[in-house]
Nanobody
Framework: QVQLVESGGGLVQPGGSLRLSCAAS????????MGWYRQGPGKERELVAT???????NYGDSVKGRFTISRDNAKNTVYLQMSSLKPEDTAVYYC?????????WGKGTLVTVSS
C-alpha cells in the first residue's frame, strides 16, 4: 500500500499562484502515474493533471496553460504549480498514485480562491 500526504493548500486571491506537493511512501513500484484531482462545492471529482514515471503529462481542459505538474522521482513527490487562479478553481485537491495493484488517494488539501 502507498501512503500519500498532500500539502500547500490555502487561501489565495484571484490571479494568484499556489504550489501543492504530494509525497508518496510505502511499497512504490515503477512504472507508476501520479496525479491531482479536485472536487469543488457541489461538483463531481475531476481530473486536474497526471504525470507518469517518464514525465509524460496530461491536463484537464479547465487548467491547461495555467497549471503545471511535475515530479521528483528520487523523492517520490509530485507537485502542482497553479497560476492565474480563478474562483472556480476552489476545491479540495486530491493526490492519486497509480501502479500495479489498487490505486491510492491522499486525504486532500483545500484550495480557496477568493478576494
Amino acid at each position: 500500500q502507498v501512503q500519500l500526504v498532500e500539502s500547500g493548500g490555502g487561501l489565495v486571491q484571484p490571479g494568484g499562484s499556489l504550489r501543492l506537493s504530494c509525497a508518496a511512501s510505502g511499497r512504490i513500484f515503477s512504472p507508476n502515474v501520479m496525479g491531482w484531482y479536485r472536487q469543488g462545492p457541489g461538483k463531481e471529482r475531476e481530473l486536474v493533471a497526471t504525470i507518469d514515471s517518464v514525465y509524460n503529462t496530461n491536463y484537464g481542459d479547465s487548467v491547461k496553460g495555467r497549471f503545471t505538474i511535475s515530479r521528483d522521482n528520487a523523492k517520490n513527490t509530485v507537485y502542482l504549480q497553479m497560476s492565474s487562479l480563478k474562483p472556480e478553481d476552489t476545491a479540495v485537491y486530491y493526490c492519486k498514485h497509480h501502479q500495479i495493484g489498487p490505486d491510492s488517494w491522499g486525504k486532500g488539501t483545500l484550495v480557496t480562491v477568493s478576494s
